[in-house]
Each structure stands twice: as structure tokens, then as C-alpha cells.
């Protein structure tokens, strides 16, 4: 038998109900809905030694398939309330913004990197984000990498 590990995709319908419960415990912990693993564990219904048993190796991959982590350039005028207005328009895309870095402020103009998640795997959201150019003091846009 081969021991190297190889990584599947499966229906959770066709699975036992463990591995679900398992995903169930760590989506808990990561968003603070419990303050312990046993108390997690208890609450969704499925044994301390499961858990660690299987934590390991049992992972999500739907965001994986239905999003895209995009990293976009901004040139912005160096006045109050551009990056704000930028900030709100990605939110109307229904963006989940990850990272935000923004240069010093060099003669009027800031450099700002952004990467954030699109859920829409339509392109809509992509097609969306060409509109920031329309924001007032938004000098310049590019979509460095789409994944």
C-alpha cells in the first residue's frame, strides 16, 4: 500500500458525519464561537480524540473552487477620504478585503496595494472593480494577479 498522502475531493453527503462535524469544530475555534476545543467538540456532537484524530486532515476546499484572491495597484490623490470612498466601492462588490498597504504620500499621490476575495464566480465582481478608475481621486488602477 502506498503511504503517500494524496488529496481528494468528495461529496460530504457521501462521507461519514465525523468529517463534517470536524470542519464544524475548527469553523467554531477560528471564529471564537467557542472558547475551547472540548467545549466545541461537545457542541457539534462528536468526541475529543475524533477531533484530533481527523483535525489534521479534513479540510474545506468550497472556497477554493467559488472564489478568487485578486491584488490590485492604486495610485491615489493624496486627499481625505479617496482610500475611504475605494474602500466602500469594494464593499459594495461584496469583497472581502485582506490586506491593505499604502505608501507615504509622494508628491500629492499615494501608492495603496489591496488584495481582497471575490466570491462571484462569474467575473462580475473582476468587471466591477475596472469602475474604481471612476472614484474621485483615483489616478490609476491595475490588476496585478487574479487567482
Do not use: W
Not at 500500500?1 to 458525519?17: C, E, G, H
Not at 498597504?101 to 508628491?107: A, G
Not at 489616478?139 to 487567482?147: D, G, H, P
Amino acid at each position: 500500500m502506498d503511504t503517500k498522502s494524496q488529496l481528494i475531493v468528495a461529496d460530504s453527503r457521501i462521507l461519514p458525519d465525523v468529517f463534517t462535524k470536524v470542519l464544524e469544530v475548527k469553523k467554531l475555534m477560528a471564529q471564537k464561537g467557542e472558547k475551547s476545543f472540548v467545549s466545541a467538540c461537545k457542541r457539534v456532537g462528536i468526541s475529543r480524540s475524533a477531533y484530533y484524530k481527523y483535525k489534521d486532515c479534513v479540510f474545506s476546499y468550497e472556497e477554493l473552487f467559488t472564489q478568487k484572491i485578486v491584488n490590485l495597484y492604486l495610485l491615489l490623490n493624496d486627499s481625505p477620504g479617496v482610500l475611504s470612498s475605494v474602500l466602500v466601492f469594494i464593499h459594495s462588490l461584496n469583497a472581502n478585503i485582506l490586506t491593505v498597504n499604502q505608501s507615504i504620500p509622494v508628491d500629492g499621490a499615494a501608492q495603496v496595494n489591496i488584495s481582497l476575495r471575490l466570491s462571484d464566480s462569474s467575473g462580475n465582481q473582476l468587471a466591477g472593480l475596472n469602475s474604481i478608475t471612476e472614484l474621485d481621486g483615483v489616478l490609476e488602477v491595475k490588476i496585478l494577479s487574479a487567482e
